[in-house]
């Protein structure tokens, strides 16, 4: 039987481009560039790694967020998987962790699945949490942060490198697994991946297709609540000197004067 | 008063410098209720207390070390519904967050991660945090269910304010789920001797110009001199020169320590994300254009192969 993978993947605002809040102090995707964020690539190719090993696999990227989205599944297409779902609805504008995760797990469900991968974290919310509450959602095991990660006989086994242990981690499918940027590089796209993408079937589903009540996401169907917003004011600009052989020793003068010696 | 949650982050009964930080926080908004996991719970009380615990629920079961997260997530709940609180803290380190969070699906309540300080506000805790790699601040609040918030080691001063901190057994019932991923072997991380990376008062890190693993030593030595952990930029960590457990970073650590030293390291976006909140920031770079140089308050334009050991002989000098 062919294993089904679903992976989760984000369209997120240019990391090195200036990013900054709406109005609604929603994140700003219209006014900077998107792309897929580089963390779920590892996601991707994990799904590569993993399908290439299985004898019949089918990977499904999926994405929820605005129209221009579909570049991540675009991305993640050329780079190799089999078909995408892009859920898509003007009342999911806004949604927290807590509405996104309700509609990621309500489509991997209808999807159909043995696998789901993701990424460690999204750099534009970077909260992390997602995969812990996807696997909460679903109901089955959460197999997370994983530097190495194999599936073999209906068993996912991987390498959870933890703040003050490495962890040897196993479990059954279903399961739910998030990748490190340790995971292993990702594969550009070559050019036949990317014609091929052109050709692979991107479903779109939206809120009603999922029976989610538009007040259940979005901003007002949000857990948390951000009331304000300030830009982080800029350093005041600091001493800068040349080193011309007494530079280590100016700045132990530096740091004296601060009481750091 | 109001009773606030606090889950405590403890190796074998040594409770983690966040935790503490957390009960100064707990405090402005309630009485801290500490839960202790695993092996050594009980052994965390005392110092618990002393921070301003009026209670430490305790529970230890080999589930909680055999498989991951899900039965610190049960007994978390348990404790949950046995106190009501105000509000739930977590330290945000990995496990942490994923804990927290899957409580907050199981009792409905909205969470915030990474918070960097905490109010009492008119509804509810107010949780301060950065956004888009620390050049935003936001305030936000949970409005939906009991605040669950994790918290970032440094968001708060340790304070002592004795406490009785009375220990009680917690009962917790393991759910079908607590066995789902399966702990096969783990193996500790050696200690170096230096402070926890997260939790230091001075980081010194060093990147690409370090230029190999046999140099890095500079950089040890000079946080040797002055009692600092020891960082590393992911070009340093992906070229094998330092473990990925130092590195600072988006993907990495993120610290907040009174000093940080950057020798050898650009200033990329996904680096200063994990260190720009740091309170004072100094840079030795060869080059006069690296943007670490627009955070710093004070800069050394020069070889860190000259720079840095006469810095750390000057410092040694001078403590003598
Ligand atoms: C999704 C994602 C996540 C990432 N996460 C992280 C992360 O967590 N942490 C992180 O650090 N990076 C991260 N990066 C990588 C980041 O973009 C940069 O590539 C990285 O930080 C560069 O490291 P560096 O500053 O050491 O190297 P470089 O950018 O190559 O800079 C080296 C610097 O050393 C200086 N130098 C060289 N020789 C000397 C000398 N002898 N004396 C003095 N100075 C010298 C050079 O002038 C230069 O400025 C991430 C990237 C992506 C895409
Ligand atoms: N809108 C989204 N669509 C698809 N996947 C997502 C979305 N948001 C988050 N994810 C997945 O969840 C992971 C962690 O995200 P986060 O908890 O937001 O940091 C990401 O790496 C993605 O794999």
Sequence with gaps: MSLRIVVCVKYVPDATGDRHFADDLTVDRDDVDGLLSELDEYAVEQALQIADEAD????????????????????????????????????????????????????????????????????????????????????????TLLSEVKVEDGTVTGRRDGDTASEQLQASLPALVSVTDQSGEARYPSFKGIMAAKKKPVESWDLEELEIEADEVGLEGSWTKVDSAAQRPARTAGTIVKDEGEGGKQLAEFLAGQKFI | MAEVLVYVDHVDGAVRKPTLELLTLARRIGEPVAVALGAGAENTA?????????????????????????????????????????????????????????????????????????????????????????????????????????????????????????????????GALATGTKVVSRTPRESTGRPELTEAAIVVSGGRGVNGAENFHLIEDLADSLGAAVGASRAAVDAGWYPHTNQVGQTGKSVSPQLYIASGISGAIQHRAGMQTSKTIVAINKDAEAPIFDLVDYGVVGDLFTVVPQLTDEIKARKG
């Design chain 2, 46 to 174: 005392a110092v618990l207390a002393e921070h301003g615990a009026v209670k430490v629920l305790t529970a230890d079961a080999p589930e909680f070390a055999e498989y991951l997260v899900v039965p610190k997530v049960d007994a978390l709940q348990a404790a949950y519904e046995a106190v009501s609180p105000a509000a739930v803290l977590v330290p945000s380190s990995a496990e942490g967050k994923e804990v927290a969070a899957r409580l907050a699906v199981r009792i409905g309540s909205g969470i915030i991660t990474d918070a960097t300080d905490l109010e009492a506000g008119d509804e509810g805790p107010v949780a301060t945090q950065s956004a888009f790699a620390a050049s935003f601040t936001t305030k936000s609040r949970v409005s939906k269910g009991t605040p669950v918030i994790t918290v970032k080691p440094n968001s708060a001063p340790v304070e002592a304010a004795p406490a009785a901190g009375t220990v009680e057994a917690l009962s917790v019932t393991f």
């Design chain 1, 56 to 143: 019949d696999a089918e990977i499904t990227v999926l994405t929820v967020g605005p129209e221009d989205a579909k570049d991540a599944l675009r991305k993640a297409l050329s780079m190799g998987a089999d078909k995408a779902i892009h859920v898509e609805d003007d009342d999911l504008h806004g949604s927290d962790v807590m509405g996104t995760s309700l509609v990621l797990a309500k489509a991997i469900e209808k999807a159909g699945y043995d696998l789901v991968i993701t990424g460690m974290a999204s750099t534009d919310g970077t909260m992390g949490v997602l995969p812990a509450i996807l696997a909460e959602r679903l109901g089955v095991p959460q197999v």
